[in-house]
């Protein structure tokens, strides 16, 4: 059993930064691939990156390739996303989810453990 805890959201401008956290109960964080979805209000979920168990890998949707990184502390049982040049468009929650498959996963299906998830708002 893993429990996910997101922090970091909150109202920025265009253009602004923002730093995502999620932590991670349990001792077995470094068993799972990691990742990022967020969902905008009247959409679906959607993919946005992820990370393989020991951070060698990562893989990014094309909207934020370039802005946004992935990153993982195992020692602390955290996973970040660093968020850069935001765009009004990446308004939205933004959860984390972990996977059984250690090598992270692009869609929603293999993520077994989902986080409550985080607000996000750019403002233009």
């Known amino acids: 059993q893993v429990q996910l805890v997101e922090s970091g959201g909150g109202l920025v401008q265009a253009g602004g930064s923002l730093r995502l956290s999620c932590a991670a109960s349990g001792r077995t964080f470094s068993s799972y691939g990691m990742g990022w979805f967020r969902q905008a209000p009247g959409k679906e979920r959607e993919f946005v990156a992820t990370?393989?168990?020991?951070?060698?890998?990562?893989d990014y949707a094309d909207s934020v390739k370039g802005r946004f990184a992935i990153s993982r502390d195992n020692a602390k049982n955290t996973v970040y996303l660093q968020m850069n040049s935001l765009k009004p468009e990446d308004t939205a929650v933004y959860y984390c989810a972990a996977s059984l498959p250690r090598g992270g996963a692009l869609t929603t299906d293999p993520y077994t453990y989902w986080g409550q998830g985080t607000q996000v708002t750019v403002s233009s």
């Open positions: 990370i393989n168990w020991n951070g060698g890998s990562t």
